[in-house]
């Protein structure tokens, strides 16, 4: 499965005028990142709605965790994603197809190792983020969907949105991140208080987010299988592997983005801990306004992540007075 870039895609990146190749990057994954928040919101909101405040902040507890998958998914999405894009103003396609090969399986074994560490200390990792007798079961059956069952699916769906907008796909790469946010919303209630018995509503809204996340995930594949044949993006571990100095890019531009995010959250689990020390409903309480705050900070990750492509692509192409529009203008 393999994506090329095609003549409009390139367009974008190199002979777009700066104002129209930006709205056409950022828009969509301004988008997407703000259907993202939106789904994480409608989780909290649908379990809101069983009255139980034990059920909220066992989820509250494990958001955060959760969105280190985020992190995971930055680490090899980001970093493999602006090389790539570098890759291609230098002319350099072949090696840019190894670097996304390498970013995908990078994910893929990051994410897994994730999912084994949570599965295997669970108890110990709840323990310490703060879940007690009330709490513990729910946070458990949460992190056992998004993270254990769907955490692999989950990275890999970003990995591969920033992979597409590293090649000028932004409205693709969005897309299937919007797709998994809307049906998480949709699936929520069906799950919560159709499918399932009462009491059951987070392992309800668990299975949702996961189900979503698969079927973003498979909305990739079938994006790469449309693209048919090409260069560029690919699961293939046949092209081998990149260059030292690529696999060093990957985790130079990577690390950094996966620890800014990292930290963001790991402000949230300190929180979270935080507000335990008082009683479970203050979790709760802390639980949706931290998710309200995050609406400016998901805007600045679309726009940089939309703008990224562009700037990287014009500066190893050498067109500097683009690149310095392009910042300039985001």
């Not at 254990?148 to 932004?170: D, E, F, H, K, Y």
């Not at 998994?180 to 059951?200: Q, T």
């Amino acid at each position: 499965m393999q994506a090329k870039v095609t003549s409009s895609q390139q367009d974008i990146l190199q002979n777009l005028p700066v104002p129209s190749a930006l709205r056409k990057m950022i828009l969509p994954a301004i988008s997407s990142q703000l259907i993202v928040l939106i789904y994480n919101m409608a989780d909290t909101f649908f379990v809101g709605q069983t009255k139980n405040p034990y059920m909220v902040a066992g989820t509250s507890l494990i958001l955060p965790v959760f969105n280190i998958t985020l992190c995971l998914a930055g680490l090899a999405g980001i970093g493999g994603g602006s090389l790539i894009s570098r890759l291609l103003g230098q002319g350099k396609e072949d090696e840019a197809k190894r670097v996304s090969a390498f970013s995908l399986y990078l994910g893929l074994a990051i994410s897994a190792l994730f999912a084994i560490i949570i599965a295997v200390f669970m108890e110990p990792i709840l323990g310490l983020l703060g879940a007690g007798d009330n709490t513990y079961e729910y946070a458990k059956q949460y992190a056992l969907c998004v993270i254990v069952t769907g955490g692999i699916p989950t990275v890999l769906s970003n990995v591969l949105a920033n992979l597409i907008r590293s090649i000028g796909r932004s409205k693709e790469a969005s897309a299937g991140i919007i797709l998994g946010g809307l049906l998480n919303i949709a699936l929520d209630p069906l799950f919560m208080f159709v499918l399932l018995p009462d009491g059951h509503e987070v392992l309800g809204a668990g299975l949702a987010t996961c189900l979503s996340n698969c079927i973003a995930f498979l909305f990739f594949v079938g994006v790469l299988v449309r693209m048919g044949r090409g260069t560029v993006v690919t699961f293939s571990p046949r092209v081998g592997l990149p260059c030292r100095d690529s696999i060093v890019a990957v985790f130079g531009v990577g690390v950094p983005s996966a620890i800014a995010t990292f930290l963001f959250d790991l402000d949230y689990v300190i929180i979270d801990k935080l507000m335990v020390s008082y009683d479970d409903l203050a979790l709760a309480a802390v639980g949706i306004v931290l998710k309200v705050e995050r609406f400016p900070l998901n805007v600045g990750i679309g726009i940089c992540q939309g703008m990224m492509p562009l700037v990287a692509y014009n500066y190893s192409a050498g067109n500097k007075q683009r690149m310095e529009d392009t910042i300039r203008l985001a």
